[in-house]
């Protein structure tokens, strides 16, 4: 069965950085573009980034452009969330998943999803 899991969450000071890991397995991984979404508390899931295939088209949500970066490693079948110059407002539970149809933006576009890391950012 397809399955997602997230690692890589923690606590950090604003200002620095936290590298978040996927690893996917069950599927054809080359198959399925990933994604990136975050939850805070009280807020809906909200968009993040996403990664072709391949690794050469990426997506970022207007709040983590130049901060964040998306990235995949296909042999490993692992994408990953590098996350720089951290603010407090960055601060929730970090969600990867699978790509199934429609915009890449919305989460009901993605079909399987991990059980989220938390990211805490600390001022």
């Known amino acids: 069965q397809v399955q997602l899991v997230e690692s890589g969450g923690g606590l950090v000071q604003a200002g620095g950085s936290l590298r978040l890991s996927c690893v996917a397995s069950?599927?054809?991984?080359?198959?399925?573009?990933m994604g990136w979404f975050r939850q805070a508390p009280g807020k809906e899931r909200e968009f993040v980034a996403q990664?072709?295939?391949?690794?050469?088209?990426?997506y970022y949500a207007d709040s983590v452009k130049g901060r964040f970066t998306i990235s995949r490693d296909n042999a490993k079948n692992t994408v990953f969330l590098q996350m720089n110059s951290l603010k407090p407002e960055d601060t929730a539970v970090y969600f990867c998943?699978?790509?199934?149809?429609?915009?890449?933006?919305?989460?009901?576009?993605?079909?399987?999803w991990g059980q989220g890391t938390q990211v805490t950012v600390s001022s």
């Open positions: 990664v072709s295939w391949n690794g050469r088209t990426t």
């Open positions: 998943a699978r790509m199934g149809s429609g915009s890449y933006y919305v989460s009901d576009s993605y079909d399987y």
């Open positions: 069950g599927y054809t991984f080359t198959t399925y573009r």
